[in-house]
């Protein structure tokens, strides 16, 4: 099972918003509304941010919000702020032998 | 409140073996599939395994990396899950993290512990 495919990078200003792509394939992202959105800060454990594709655990800011259309998921946060840069990761359930599938990362960078 | 604690992570030599542990608090284990995932340094995650729960019959998967080499068990009555590793190579070199998982059938992570790092090496 490959990894998902998100872009090493992204870049956005104080009040911003951005939107970090993730893309799998047929048999992950492209076959269940199964992709959760991880955020990580440098030396901390991952922390959930969106579940089954647009769903936002208790606590997590309504600026996050997540998508999908066909093999691409995406995770859009808006009115950026300095706190959000952090790498983030996507993960989509791909069946019951192997149960997720990460993407490679995306570091986000408040300029 | 809710927590998960690993210990057991060190220095080991490649080929060599190590217990990983994870105690749990503040959910009824039992219910519970756990999942562990790792992080190499200044690399992403890689999700390593799961157990299912008692009425899902404590079955377990693993990445093809660590198949046959890594083995996911759980003591319900401890709140605990462990991970054995044996035949450690250096490429197992990472942070491990245990976490909880959510969702049906099982695709979402949360919470995690805070990791125990693994150092394979000679």
């Known amino acids: 099972q490959s990894a998902l495919t998100q872009p090493a990078s992204v870049s956005g200003s104080p009040g911003q918003s951005i939107t970090i792509s993730c893309t799998g394939t047929s048999s992950d992202v492209g076959t269940y509304n199964l992709v959760s959105w991880y955020q990580q800060h440098p030396g901390k454990p991952p922390k959930l941010m969106i579940y089954?594709?647009?769903k936002r655990p208790s606590g997590v800011s309504n600026r996050f919000s997540g998508s999908k259309s066909g093999i691409t998921a995406s995770l859009t946060i808006s009115g950026l702020q300095a706190e959000d840069e952090a790498d983030y990761y996507c993960c989509s359930y791909a069946g019951r032998s192997t149960p997720v599938v990460f993407g490679g990362g995306t570091k986000l960078t408040v300029l | 409140e809710v927590r998960l604690v690993e210990s057991g992570g060190g220095l080991v030599q490649p080929g060599g073996s190590l217990r990983l542990s994870c105690t749990v608090s503040?959910?009824?284990?039992?219910?519970?599939?756990m999942d562990w995932v790792r992080q190499a340094p200044g690399k992403g995650l890689e999700w390593v395994g799961r157990t299912r729960n008692k009425a899902n019959s404590y079955t377990t998967e693993y990445a093809a990396s660590v198949k046959g080499r890594f083995s996911i068990s759980r003591d319900d009555s401890k709140n605990s899950l462990y991970l054995q590793m044996n035949s450690l190579k250096t490429e197992d070199t990472a942070v491990y993290y245990c976490?909880?998982?959510?969702?049906?059938?099982?695709?979402?992570?949360?919470?995690w512990g805070q990791g125990t790092l693994v150092t394979v090496s000679s």
């Open positions: 976490t909880r998982t959510g969702g049906v059938p099982g695709n979402w992570f949360d919470p």
């Open positions: 503040g959910f009824i284990f039992s219910d519970l599939y």
């Open positions: 089954e594709v647009i």
